[in-house]
């Protein structure tokens, strides 16, 4: 099989030859540079320019070596761009290991951190000394909201003003061409499964301009105004979902919109609350992602979110990321008994809080067998660890897991 | 109208988020003679901890659970002159709380306060970025016999150890029992940087706290020894 085949016959439930394998095929599935940096060490490749695609998230390109000799099957759309030097320039990661950054999102030295900041100068995120990512420093509506700004609210926020690659260098309107060129381009040179991240965020772009405190007042106390906000919200994304899918719909096999409706604890807001804010909407934009083009929808989803399971399947869901199994109610055979049938699983494969990070590479061998042989059976799964890999995990650990995960 | 009954509506307003009949309760309390302690603990409060039962059994979710707080502080803003005028301060504790230095979220602190003060507490609340030295002075000031902090994220968790120096250094730290409250707590990482413990629930914490105070006291460190009445 090749490695779309397996990708794609995981997701129609047919069980492939082996679970496919994401590593970093999408920003939450990925390796932060300080522990890309060791892992290419320990496995003796050459040495290479360390490329932090993700300022915030201080996540590295992972190179096709290294793909390749973990039998990935999956790439984002954004190894497609970014592909000349002058896109990138020279910083320095946490640990002192050279790197490389987006020449457009470059964090600038303040007293005792590191900061990024919006077009307009403002200050949207902050990395103190010590702290290994970026933290979001400011919130648009956190004091008076403007429904009809969202668009500039958005460029002051660090999760929507930072951009990853392709990022301004496909700006409408000249940049479709680019952008639509660049994945034909991937299309053509891979046989790996093409996630194309798009976000569509609504809960989370709500607490993002917002606050979390605030956008929670506002759905439980004012239903009115979330809904206005929620419905220009969703006009901008079905926009943007129309000209993203006409550029790259035909290269791409998987579209990764995003919305942490989770918390260690379970669903942040009721079952009733997401049917009436997000499930219609949500529904909205991933009917319009498969009339525009053939692609399997995935969710991006921490948390834990078993009571909102049945609405997510029901609103069109094909995939849900990342099966955080360490929060309440998203025991590993538990889902895959009650949804199995009717959801892919992309993720789950391995424990990041305590297993990956610290337990022995024995260990996190035999977590990964029992994981990979409670959710692939029939399909509907695909391995990655929950979520990023973090600055802190053994380089023995990544490929114990990985390895283990291809057997 | 029976006090029992006035008290059960006041609980009533807090638990179905009526922000609009919280006011005209409170002031008919008020009117009706009721102690406005009484009106606290057994009105206001006690809809906090009927708010606290049905989230952990999963009834109600956080945006549900802050506007039943907002309720909670408009009639509370109500009492509040009445309280000081009566010199009421039947409080089994005081505590200082402030969501520590370079972190400006309230979401956690807004939803402790109620609940800490449900369980007798009385809060004073420092408000958000609370720096190293304002700890210290709220300290000096108010003479508690706790001090919570209020850390949102990975990053303003690690600064618990810069906080615990500063009362440290000012020679406060046998005083006080310091907790740390927030989702990314984690209780032995809090403790090895000083902190007494941690908490991600504030329900969950008000065990944490009776603890910590009967420790504190029993330790002699409390600032004032005299029972509150």
Request: charged share 25%; hydrophobic share 40%; glycine share 10%.
């Amino acid at each position: 099989m090749t490695h779309r085949e397996r990708v794609r016959a995981a997701l129609d439930h047919r069980e492939p030859d082996r679970a496919p394998i994401d590593l970093s095929g999408h920003r939450s599935s990925g390796i932060a540079a300080v522990a890309y940096a060791r892992l290419r060490k320990h496995l003796g490749l050459p040495a290479r320019p360390v490329r932090v695609y993700d300022p915030v998230q201080q996540l590295a390109i992972v190179d096709e070596d290294v793909l390749d000799r973990f039998g990935v099957d999956t790439i984002e759309l954004g190894r497609a761009f970014a592909l000349d030097e002058a896109s990138w320039a020279d910083w320095t990661l946490p640990d002192g290991t050279p790197c490389r950054m987006p020449a457009w999102a470059l964090p600038e030295r303040a007293d005792r951190e590191w900061i990024l900041r919006s077009k307009s100068g403002r200050v949207i995120a902050r990395m103190p000394d010590g702290v290994l990512y970026f933290e979001q420093a400011h919130w648009p509506f956190a004091e008076q909201d403007d429904p009809d700004r969202i668009p500039e609210a958005m460029g002051e926020c660090m999760w929507t003003a930072v951009a990853t690659p392709s990022g301004p260098l496909a700006a409408p309107p000249g940049g479709r061409n680019l952008l639509s060129e660049g994945a034909k381009a991937l299309r053509e040179r891979t046989d790996r499964a093409i996630l194309g991240l798009f976000g569509g965020n609504l809960l989370e772009i709500g607490q993002f301009l917002y606050r979390n405190d605030n956008f929670f007042l506002l759905l439980a106390g004012d239903p009115g105004r979330a809904h206005r906000f929620l419905d220009r919200l969703l006009e901008i994304h079905l926009g943007n979902l129309d000209l993203f899918l006409k550029s790259v719909g035909p290269y791409i096999d998987v579209i990764v919109f995003g919305d942490d409706l989770g918390s260690q604890r379970g669903p942040q807001i009721s079952p009733k609350m997401y049917r009436e804010f997000f499930k219609p909407r949500h529904s909205l934009m991933w009917s319009r992602a498969k009339q525009l083009a053939d692609v399997k929808v995935n969710l991006h989803c921490c948390g834990g979110v078993r009571e909102l399971i049945p609405d997510l399947i029901d609103a069109g869901l094909d995939a849900l990321n990342p099966i955080q199994t360490s929060c309440k109610g998203m025991d590993p055979r538990e889902l895959k008994t009650e949804f199995g049938k009717d959801l892919t699983f992309w993720g789950g494969g391995c424990d990041t809080q305590a297993v990956l990070p610290r337990a022995t590479p024995d260990v996190v061998r035999r977590h990964v067998r029992e994981r990979v042989s409670l959710f692939a059976p029939g399909g509907g799964f695909v391995f990655q660890q929950v979520h990023n890999v973090m600055a802190d995990v053994p380089p023995e650990n990544i490929v114990a897991m990985l390895d283990a995960a291809a057997a | 109208m029976d006090t029992a009954i006035r008290l059960e509506r006041l609980a009533r307003m807090v638990l179905d988020m009526n922000g609009d009949g919280v006011a005209p309760e409170v002031e008919d309390a008020l009117a009706d003679g009721i102690p406005p302690m009484q009106i606290v603990a057994d009105g206001l409060s006690a809809g906090m901890r009927r708010v606290g039962e049905k989230f952990k059994c999963g009834e109600v979710y956080m945006p549900e659970v802050l506007v039943s707080c907002d309720v909670y502080y408009k009639g509370l803003e109500l009492v509040r002159p009445r309280l000081a005028a009566a010199g009421q301060t039947a409080w089994r504790s005081r505590m200082v709380l402030g969501t520590i230095h370079g972190d400006i979220h309230t979401v956690g602190k807004d939803v402790a306060i109620p609940v800490f003060q449900a369980a007798g507490y009385e809060v004073v609340d420092l408000g958000v970025d609370v720096s190293d030295a304002a700890f210290v002075e709220a300290i000096r000031r108010h003479e508690p016999d706790l001090v919570g902090l209020g850390t949102y994220m990975t990053s303003t968790f690690m600064h618990t150890k810069e906080t615990v120096r500063a009362i440290e250094s000012a020679g406060l730290r046998g005083r006080v029992r310091i907790i740390c409250g927030g989702p990314s707590v984690d209780a032995r990482a809090a403790k090895g940087m000083g902190a007494d413990d941690a908490s991600d629930d504030a329900w969950g914490a008000v065990e944490m706290l009776n603890r910590l105070v009967d420790d504190l006291r029993m330790s002699g460190g409390a600032a004032r020894k005299e029972a509150r009445t």
